[in-house]
Antibody
Framework: EVQLLESGGGLVLPGGSLRLSCVAS????????MSWVRQAPGKGLEWVSS????????DYADFVKGRFTITRDNSKNTLYLQMTSLRVDDTALYYC?????????????????????WGQGTLVSVSS | DIQMTQSPSTLSASVGDRVTVTCRAS??????LAWYQQKAGEAPKLLIY???ILDAGVPSRFSGSGSGTEFTLTISSLQPDDFATYYC?????????FGQGTRLEIK
């Protein structure tokens, strides 16, 4: 059974930093691209970042580029999101998500994903 | 970025009804569309990918169709467990984008 368990959320001041973690089990973690998706309170879903299994490619939403960094440690089956320069509008529940099997790779070598398993999320609150 | 627009934003229906949710993309995404169901306080659950393929274990009353810029999610006979919020997501290109959601509520 696939399980994704996020941690690391909390209350942080604007401009502060936080590192989220997601421990995965139930599948061969190193073979699978992983992503972070967030959901502000009462709002919809928003993709944040994705990373390939081998870490050779990462992608980011424009609103986090230069501030957030996605990494993974395949020896620990763990996905990370390092968040810096946090803003009030980064307040959200952050989900770790596993890419589905039928992903889309274009001719340029870029792959795009849907998500077949999600964690329960970790809440990040940015407030003074 | 590709914008995904769902309609309606809220849908009131009764158990046994057939309901349809529409998702429109601002440019063609081929068939690279997924649908999710999210209940209050829970993580999203994948229902459909590649516009029409049901994920494992999803009841057959759910179906998806469409290609290019217009897609639909249909529930053939609403069950009490189906009252939730539904999201579409394109995975044709980055940034990956979701629709704003359709809340399905009990009439």
């Amino acid at each position: 059974e696939v399980q994704l368990l996020e941690s690391g959320g909390g209350l942080v001041l604007p401009g502060g930093s936080l590192r989220l973690s997601c421990v995965a089990s139930g599948f061969t973690f190193s073979n699978v691209a992983m992503s972070w998706v967030r959901q502000a309170p009462g709002k919809g879903l928003e993709w944040v970042s994705s990373i390939r299994g081998s870490s050779d490619k990462t992608d980011y939403a424009d609103f986090v580029k230069g501030r957030f960094t996605i990494t993974r440690d395949n020896s620990k089956n763990t996905l990370y999101l390092q968040m810096t320069s946090l803003r009030v509008d980064d307040t959200a529940l952050y989900y770790c998500a596993k890419r589905g099997a039928g992903y889309n790779c274009d001719g340029g070598g870029s792959c795009h994903y849907y998500f077949d398993h999600w964690g329960q999320g970790t809440l990040v609150s940015v407030s003074s | 970025d590709i914008q995904m627009t769902q309609s309606p934003s809220t849908l009131s229906a009764s158990v046994g009804d057939r309901v349809t949710v529409t998702c429109r993309a601002s440019q063609s995404i081929g068939g690279w569309l997924a649908w999710y169901q999210q209940k209050a306080g829970e993580a999203p659950k994948l229902l459909i990918y590649e516009a029409s393929i049901l994920d494992a274990g999803v009841p057959s009353r759910f179906s998806g169709s469409g290609s290019g810029t217009e897609f639909t999610l249909t529930i053939s006979s609403l069950q009490p467990d189906d009252f939730a919020t539904y999201y579409c997501q394109q995975y044709n290109s980055y940034s990956l984008t979701f629709g704003q959601g359709t809340r399905l509520e009990i009439k």
